[in-house]
């Protein structure tokens, strides 16, 4: 009976050391078998054709965090839930400082109507890059959700003051949702005053190639392609000016221009106010009398 029992809990001692040897290759490598997604691809449909494309460029690069995130973006347009949130995921592994993931995988969790996995996602992108505006706006946009307007409207002034386009619906179609528009923008408003009155445009605090970024879908790693920066103007500098053309006054009846200009017959009639032209080596005319002032 003891040789028996015994031999149970070997068996059952090995199991759960097998199921442990599983878990930890099943998340270093989670396509251990043929991938969930891949059975379901549909050869010719535009986008399955680029998931399989991506998918050979990962298994290129493994080690590739954009690539993940692209990948990542794919499978979820595609509706593979679960496989966009691994790609993202070891995204987030592989580099510590790609926020892009944590941000897509915000916005994945926030369509399966995950709040709380949405705004630890969208945490996640703000420990990472404080200055990616779409970050703190669609945060700000869950918390309005859950009626917690004093943390949405500290999100939404934060996004604002990133990217003042975030308030403009032809860059942001997404702004019309909210009913806290204008406490964000109130916060702002002493800096925004402040910025107004400043020579130089500091209003935008990070990269400018975050200024175009879309909010409404997963953003891809080519959207925030490095774009060269404004040169700087320096303000003390006049443009130059284009000279003008001299005027030449008509010369007076009976009078020659030094230069041999032609004289006019008498009595010939001059616009009124003309100045009169002296010949050259004539003396300047007297100076005219200066009015007293009123006392």
Not at 48 to 74: C, K, Q, T, W
Not at 90 to 111: I, P, R
Not at 215 to 234: H, L, W
Request: hydrophobic residues 35%.
């Amino acid at each position: 009976m003891k040789t028996v029992l015994m031999a149970v809990l070997i068996v059952v001692a090995a199991g759960a050391s097998g199921c442990l040897v599983f878990k930890r290759h099943h998340k270093d490598q989670p396509y251990a078998a043929e991938p969930f997604y891949r059975k379901y691809l549909v050869a010719g449909d535009a986008l399955d054709d680029r998931i399989s494309e991506e998918e050979r460029r990962v298994e290129g690069e493994p080690d590739n965090a954009d690539l993940r995130n692209d990948f990542g973006n794919l499978l979820a347009q595609r509706r593979f839930v679960e496989d966009a949130r691994m790609q993202y995921e070891k995204a987030l592994d592989l580099d510590e400082a790609h926020f892009l993931a944590g941000y897509n995988l915000g916005l994945l969790w926030e369509t399966e109507g995950k709040f709380s996995k949405a705004v630890s996602a969208y945490r996640t992108s703000i420990s990472r890059k404080p200055g990616f505006p779409a970050s703190h706006f669609r945060l700000g946009r869950l918390y309005e959700q859950r009626g917690w307007d004093g943390l949405a409207v500290k999100e939404y002034a934060k996004a604002f003051r990133l990217d003042p386009q975030m308030r403009d619906p032809r860059h942001n179609p997404l702004i019309i949702d909210t009913r806290l528009l204008e406490r964000a923008s109130l916060v702002n408003y002493p800096r925004d005053v402040a910025i107004a009155a400043m020579n130089a445009d500091q209003a935008y605090a990070d990269e400018v190639r975050f200024r175009d970024v879309p909010v409404d879908r997963p953003v891809s790693t080519s959207d925030i392609e490095d774009a060269p920066a404004p040169e700087p103007v320096d303000a003390t500098v006049s443009p130059p000016r284009t000279p003008k053309a001299p005027v030449s006054l008509p010369p007076r009846p009976g009078e020659t221009r030094p230069q041999g200009g032609q004289t006019l017959p008498p009595g010939t009639q001059l616009p009124p106010g003309t100045p009169p032209i002296l010949p050259a080596g004539a003396p300047p005319p007297p100076p005219l009398p200066t009015a007293t002032p009123y006392r």
